[in-house]
């Protein structure tokens, strides 16, 4: 099995909405991510 995991900006709605189709899920999100003080999602995928 392999785990696959991404940052994603939590204001990236088109990008969200397409690695959710995919069968990603929101893990947990990171208050501050980037260097312009947004935060992101992390999620991930379990593929066999």
Known sequence: MINL???VRT???IA???YKKHGF????TLHEFYQDGKSAYTMGKKEL
């Open 16 to 18: 969200i909405k397409f």
């Open 5 to 7: 995991e991404l940052e």
């Open 25 to 28: 899920k929101i893990a947990e």
């Open 11 to 13: 204001d990236n709605d």
